[in-house]
């Protein structure tokens, strides 16, 4: 039997809430999967409806934080919730991190950016790496349902930093894991995994890198010589996430893009990953004076 | 009755406002406003004319004799009363309002003397009504149970919402960002127009029985096409948001802003008071903004205020062809702003870090008016020179955000992604959807936006009541 408090709430009751505030948006659960990373549960109705893979939210802690986009990584349309992993590198992440159950979220809209491309290709890598091997998972489920073989791959520095490799292997036909200090895997990194993998004789159709800017430009470069159709989920620093600011600008195949509203995702074969990278880098400086205070 | 003929004050009375050198260091309202005293002496230089051009002059027609008349007898209420039957936001935009090109600029004083100070004393009665105290709410009619979805809490937004509750109709504002009031807040600085008059208006709409649903993106969280399953009319009122860039070399390297994020950190974020709030921003030593706009003397009086030890001004045309409200260039110009003006650039170059360094430029001369009627930039041949600089900021225009028009297959859009509307009633290409500001325009005033919003708001009743399209 469904339970009747958990099911979606109808349109009336959504839109009927405080006459100032739409009702905040309420922390369900928050866990660290591995150090550093954290897995953040909220209570989003609306969003949990509509939300795709590919796209992601803006999220601001408290009335004080900054607003910054996260990717999902979960989503339960009958409960009503959204499920994020993120890094805790600075102010603001290192604030989610600090929320519990109960909690009130000052800020999570979406979804936002356009959802990723999903067709039947044949055999897909869907690669990972720190809050993506959250993000991952819900886009090898689709497409796992659409019919295709899907290799999931992880990545990480040590065994202790990899989470989600049961949801993983329960949406994918294969989970290939490699670390930097091999205390699992085959392979030190993604880059060796695809070549072995090719190597093998298993032919890739298409590859979907979503984590770190230097991981996924790897992935990139691994996949450019067998010319094997690479998309990337760009994540350069964000305000609005509507179109608004410009601060996302990433430049593709020579042309300045929004990644908020023309992305998050690209072909990673035509990114301009140096551009891209020194722009993630821009309040370095800042970010550690806001930290400290 | 005979009139006395008036004596004429050839001078506006002057606006105590903070010095320039003390005001670039804070962030507080420059200008302190009329004292009652001084108010009543400004009022009393109207000639009463038997014709008053100032009221065709408004584009929401205040009927400006009437109040001036009230504020020069001291009856404050009767005059902001007056100011509110076609104006819903008096404190705003007797701040912002360009009224050189429009009361002020058609007051028969301004002829041969100053004008009237007609924004002055707007401001001035409804910074009194909001010194009285919380304003009474009006007797409301009974619920229609029309509902109306408003889309956006921007100047056009909230002055659809106010005049359609005070009809009876049930009003939802969505609005995307975590705080309403759209460009008024995350445009135009606290130091020109303070954030707590927005939040007042913004209260006092909901008083009336307005819903605001923040942090919630139509296009995204929900289409058009679903409000209209739920609504009986939707207003589009979401503003031009979509910054436009030169597309010459070196614009993507770190310190090149577009004045949207610059002026969005700094004031919806609350940047300048960084690290008490988290959000960044670059605080450079000489700073240049591109533009002659109101956003570009916004954001070069910012970087001021943000530490610049030098603010420069960069614009293709002349002083004169500068589209920024003449009381905006004079504080800009009181600050101590560098004007390099005939001059555009042509690519920006980097440091070893990938960060901003020098803006690369050519100097203009003027030719042959354009289609703006301004006369237009001709290059001249290798006068090409560099200014040394650690962070830029684009204010070069912008144009409504596609998300809306995207998600939303029936609804027309012009050049730049303009929604096309009829110009009496807001109309849109699609039924029950109706949109004005500069979602309409490309980019105009607060006032227009607000004109519009009048003109919808009356259209949308008519609507409801009639389904007539």
């Known amino acids: 039997m469904v339970d009747q408090t958990t099911i979606k709430t109808s349109k009336e009751d959504r839109h009927s809430k405080d006459p100032v505030e739409p009702g905040p948006v309420t922390v369900l659960a928050r866990e660290q999967l591995a150090p550093n990373l954290q897995l953040l549960t909220v209570r989003a109705p609306i969003i949990a409806s509509k939300i795709q893979p590919g796209q992601f939210v803006i999220v601001r802690a408290d009335e004080y934080a900054e607003r910054i986009p996260l990717t999902v990584a979960d989503w339960d349309r009958e409960k009503g919730s959204v499920s994020c992993v993120f890094m805790q590198v600075g102010t603001s992440t290192y604030k989610l991190g600090k929320l519990k159950s109960g909690d009130a979220l000052s800020t999570f809209a979406g979804p936002l950016g356009k959802p990723l491309e999903l067709d039947r290709w044949g055999t897909v890598v869907v690669a990972g790496g720190c809050y993506g091997i959250g993000s991952i998972y819900p886009v090898a489920r689709a497409l796992k349902e659409r019919g295709n073989r899907v290799i999931s791959l992880i990545e990480g520095r040590s065994k202790f930093l990899l989470y989600w490799l049961d949801r993983l292997e329960s949406a994918s036909d294969k989970v290939l894991v490699s670390t930097r200090d091999r205390s699992i895997g085959r392979n030190r990194d993604g880059p060796a995994a695809i070549k072995d993998l090719l190597d093998s004789g298993e032919h890739i159709d298409r590859l979907i890198a979503i984590g770190c800017t230097f991981m996924m430009y790897q992935m990139a470069e691994a996949t450019r010589p067998f010319a094997i159709k690479t998309i990337v989920s760009l994540n350069p620093i964000m305000i609005d996430g509507t179109g608004m600011c410009g601060a996302c600008r990433v430049s593709v195949a020579g042309q300045t893009k929004f990644a908020c509203v023309d992305g998050p995702d690209f072909d990673g074969h035509q990114v301009d990953w140096k551009l891209l990278l020194s722009r993630r880098k821009a309040y370095l400086g800042p970010e550690t004076d806001s930290g400290e205070r | ?367 042959e008016p354009d289609a703006s009627g301004r006369r237009r930039p001709v290059p001249i041949k290798d006068s090409n020179f560099r200014i040394p600089v650690d962070v830029v900021v684009l204010a070069i225009g912008q144009s409504p955000n596609p998300l809306i028009p995207k998600t939303t297959p029936d609804l027309k859009t012009a050049k730049d992604g303009v929604v096309i509307i009829d110009n009496e009633t807001g109309k849109t290409s699609k039924k029950g959807v109706f949109a004005g500001g500069d979602v309409a325009t490309g980019g105009a005033t607060v006032i227009l936006a607000m004109g519009q919003g009048k003109k919808a708001a009356k259209a949308i009743d008519e609507y409801l009541k009639t389904r007539q399209w």
């Open chain 2, 1 to 367: 009755m005979s009139k006395k003929p008036k004596q004429i004050i050839p001078k506006k009375t002057p606006m105590p406002e903070q010095p320039p050198a003390e005001r670039i260091k804070n962030y507080n309202e420059v200008p302190y406003g009329y004292t009652p005293e001084q108010a009543i002496a400004e009022a009393k230089r109207c000639l009463e004319c038997a014709r008053p051009l100032c009221v065709e002059g408004c584009p929401v027609n205040i009927n400006i004799p009437a109040f001036l008349k009230l504020v020069a007898e001291g009856d404050f209420r009767g005059a902001i009363n007056i100011i509110k039957e076609t104006n819903a936001l008096p404190a705003v935009s007797g701040r912002v309002c360009p009224q050189e090109e429009q009361c002020e600029g058609k007051c028969a004083l301004s002829k041969r003397f100053e004008s009237v100070a007609v924004g002055r004393l707007e401001r001035f009665a409804a910074d009194w009504e909001a010194s009285q105290g919380t304003p009474p709410i009006p007797d409301l009619p009974p619920p229609t149970g029309k509902k109306v979805a408003v889309v956006g809490s921007g100047p056009a937004g909230i002055t659809v919402a106010a005049d359609l509750v005070r009809k009876g109709h049930h009003v939802s504002i969505f609005e995307a960002l975590h705080e309403p009031g759209g460009v008024l807040v995350y445009g135009i600085p606290e130091f020109r127009l303070p954030k707590a008059i927005v939040r007042r208006e913004v209260e006092y709409v909901c008083r009336l029985g307005a819903k605001l649903v923040k942090d919630f993106v139509v296009g995204a969280a929900e289409t058009v096409d679903e409000l209209l399953e739920e609504y009986d009319a939707v207003f589009l009122g979401t503003g031009a948001g979509l910054p436009w860039f030169l597309n010459i070399p070196g614009e993507n390297l770190n310190g090149v802003y577009s004045a949207n994020e610059y002026l969005t950190r700094a004031n919806l974020m609350k940047a300048y008071r960084f690290p008490e709030y988290d959000t960044p921003i670059a605080r450079g030593k000489h700073v240049a903004t591109v533009g002659g706009g109101n956003v570009a003397m916004d954001s070069a009086r910012t970087a001021l205020r943000l530490g610049a030890e030098e603010s420069i001004i960069v614009y293709r045309r002349s002083h004169e062809e500068m589209p920024a409200r003449a009381e905006e260039i004079h504080h800009a110009e009181q600050e101590g702003i560098r004007f390099e003006l005939l001059t555009t650039p042509v690519a920006f170059h980097a440091d070893s870090n990938n960060w901003v360094k020098e803006i690369e430029c050519i100097r203009n001369q003027l030719g």
